[in-house]
C-alpha cells in the first residue's frame, strides 16, 4: 500500500494550498480517508475525514470553513482544499486511509504516507 501527498509548500497568510494524496495498493473505495497534521513540538492530530461514500465528514474545529476534503474514488485520489491559511496551520501534513467509520484517532489509521510540510508565514 502506498500514499503519496504532494502539493505542500510556502504561502502567505491568507492564502490557499490544496493538497493531493495518491492511494495504489488497496481497495480505495473501502477506506475512509483523512488528513492529520503535526506541528513542530506539538502532537498529530486530526484535520479532516471522509468515509468512503462521503457519507460522513469531518473537521478539525479550527479548520472547519476553511479547508475541505474531498475524493475521487475512480483515481483513488483525496484532496485536502485548504482557504485562508493562517501560521498556525503550519506543519507536516499526512494522508492516512482507515477501515473504521471516521476516526479521528491516528491509531485507528492503517495506512499513512510520508508527509508533505506545509509553512504559512509572510
Known amino acids: 500500500v502506498q500514499l503519496v501527498e504532494s502539493g505542500g509548500g510556502l504561502v502567505q497568510p491568507g492564502g490557499s494550498l490544496n493538497l493531493s494524496c495518491a492511494a495504489s495498493g488497496l481497495t480505495f473505495a473501502s477506506y475512509t480517508m483523512g488528513w492529520f497534521r503535526r506541528a513542530p513540538g506539538k502532537e498529530r492530530e486530526f484535520v479532516a475525514g471522509?468515509?468512503?461514500?462521503?457519507?460522513?465528514?469531518d473537521y478539525l474545529e479550527t479548520v472547519k470553513g476553511r479547508f475541505t476534503i474531498s475524493r475521487d474514488n475512480v483515481k483513488n485520489m483525496v484532496y485536502l482544499q485548504m482557504n485562508i491559511l493562517k501560521p498556525e496551520d503550519t506543519a507536516v501534513y499526512y494522508c492516512?486511509?482507515?477501515?473504521?467509520?471516521?476516526?479521528?484517532?491516528?491509531?485507528?489509521?492503517?495506512?499513512w504516507g510520508q508527509g508533505t510540510q506545509i509553512i504559512v508565514s509572510s
Open positions: 471522509l468515509s468512503w461514500s462521503r457519507s460522513h465528514i
Open positions: 492516512a486511509a482507515s477501515t473504521w467509520g471516521l476516526p479521528h484517532k491516528a491509531h485507528d489509521y492503517e495506512y
